[in-house]
């Protein structure tokens, strides 16, 4: 059957111009963003339909209408970031500077030295969802049909996908790594083959210890010689050292609200901190993202302060393993008809290392640390404790009453890991549900599939 071909830069354009315009102009008057956001949650929180398809997926990835006014008034400078991101992202043609795509997997601050456009090709397994939640699983079904393995994880299915399918613009250098998995490292040479871009992989060490973090040291280094060469720019240092310098403060009140997220009730929103992983993405090192995750983290203070909940209800607390469902972000229906809060995910807790700024050297040394501390990387690059050990911290900080694993298709090593999992889960006597979900593909399982099971379990566990 012939596949439908989307138009070059349909689902960038379409969610720049279109949807986050719209959004940033609304929050221009948080109060009546609020109550608008609030009063057409029934019409789109709890399924998609033919009518509200093409703004659902984006609506419930920015809350769903579950975030209180402080917030709302607190994503206009993040948003504007996310703004800035897609401009560079949407036309091929009004791109002046080297584009250089760079893997979700490694953080970015050293690009912000050079005069480069930054595209992180597998943000479009999430904006490609803002044009229905469906559009990933066709974009995936044509790079299946150009001989891209099915087995292979569906974010890097994407990454090959925005390049057959020009939805991203063309590489002029690519930098990847060999984490956090064997779908991205066999993923990103063939796109460097096919787009004949000049290539750099970080070659992520195994082990946690200091050898590990100064061979990678050793990386960073050769990255930053790679990039000096091909695009014959110097680094300018004294950029990077105010991205450091910025991403140092972000971290502070990310971390600041992880701890805070431990709270009973909790005083965090999920949301947050996801969307605080996303503008990270778009632009590590931005003060515009700064700007609203300070705010995030002084609302949450306050709200820790006078022991006050994030939502009216929390019926149930959730610790959700690996990455949330990216199609149709699951969160803000299962706080609204379950009071199922979750208290922390596998991408939106950070724990990040601080980057001392005094010299190169010391930022060299210390984003070697950063790099493996990111969401996934610090966690599937390693022997089985690297996972273990956060899992059960989590399950004794977090006073959980459960917990949900996706089971994301592409995750082998998680599925590899599943026995030792069950029994530790087993041995904290906290009540488990294992998905067969994909996060980002709904040929998998669905979302009426999966609330159907999420529903399930809090039935016969007791929960509701």
């Known amino acids: 059957m012939m596949q439908h071909i989307p138009p070059p830069f349909l689902y960038i354009n379409w969610f720049q111009k279109v949807i986050l315009r719209a959004y940033y102009f609304l929050l221009k ?23 509200n398809k093409h703004v659902r997926s984006a609506y419930l990835i920015v809350g769903g209408g579950m975030l209180k006014l402080e917030d709302n008034r607190a994503m206009r400078p993040g948003v504007k970031q996310v703004l800035n991101y897609l401009k560079g992202s949407s036309s091929s043609p009004d791109i002046q500077k080297p584009v250089v795509w760079n893997g979700w997997c490694v953080s970015h601050e050293l690009l912000r030295g050079f005069d480069v456009t930054v595209v992180v090709p597998e943000v479009l397994s999430v904006v490609g969802s803002f044009f229905g939640q469906h559009e990933i699983a066709r974009m995936l079904e044509i790079a299946e049909a150009q001989g891209v393995p099915k087995e292979s994880c569906s974010a890097s299915k994407v990454a090959m996908a925005s390049f057959l399918l020009h939805q991203v ?13 064997d779908s991205g490292v066999s993923a990103y040479p063939t796109i460097q083959y096919l787009s004949n871009a000049p290539m750099y992989v970080l070659d992520t060490p195994y082990w946690d210890e200091d050898n590990a973090y100064k061979y990678y040291e050793k990386n960073i280094w050769g990255l930053i010689h790679f990039l000096e060469t091909q695009l014959q720019q110097k680094i300018d240092w004294d950029k990077v050292k105010a991205a450091c310098e910025q991403e ?17 009730p909790c005083p965090v929103s999920i949301e947050t901190l996801l969307l605080a992983w996303m503008f990270k993405i778009t632009g590590i090192g ?16 306050k709200r820790l302060k006078k022991s006050k909940g994030y939502y009216p209800k929390e019926n149930i607390r959730v610790l959700w393993w690996d990455v949330p469902i990216a199609f149709a972000n699951l969160f ?21 290392p601080y980057v001392d700024t005094t010299s190169e050297e010391t930022m060299v040394r210390d984003l070697s640390r950063v790099h493996l501390h990111v969401a996934m990387g ?13 899992m059960e911290r ?20 998680g599925s590899a890991l599943s026995r030792i999992k ?43």
Request: hydrophobic letters at 40%; aromatic letters at 10%; glycine letters at 4%.
């Open 394 to 413: 989590l399950m004794e900080q977090y006073s959980p009453d459960c917990m949900v694993f996706t089971g994301h298709n592409g995750c082998k090593h």
């Open 422 to 464: 069950k029994h530790i889960i087993k041995s904290h006597n906290i009540p488990a549900l294992f998905l067969s979900s994909d996060i980002f593909d709904t040929r998998t399982m669905n979302e009426p599939a999966i609330q159907r099971e999420l529903t399930d379990f809090f039935y016969m566990h007791g929960f509701i």
């Open 248 to 264: 140092n403060e972000t971290n502070m009140y990310l971390q600041e609200m992880t701890e805070m997220a431990r709270a009973k």
């Open 169 to 181: 613009p063309q590489p002029n250098l690519i930098v990847a790594s060999s984490h956090p998995c």
């Open 286 to 301: 931005s003060p515009l993202i700064t700007q609203t995750i300070k705010e995030f983290c002084e609302n949450a203070r």
């Open 332 to 352: 803000p229906w299962l706080e609204k008809k379950f009071g199922a809060v979750t208290v922390a995910d596998f991408i939106g807790r950070v724990y990040t």
């Open 29 to 51: 008057f948080p109060r009546l963003a609020t109550v608008v956001l609030w009063l057409i949650r029934p019409l789109l929180i709890y399924r998609e339909t033919r009518f």
């Open 378 to 390: 610090r966690n599937t690059r390693g022997p089985s404790e690297l996972v273990t050990q956060e």
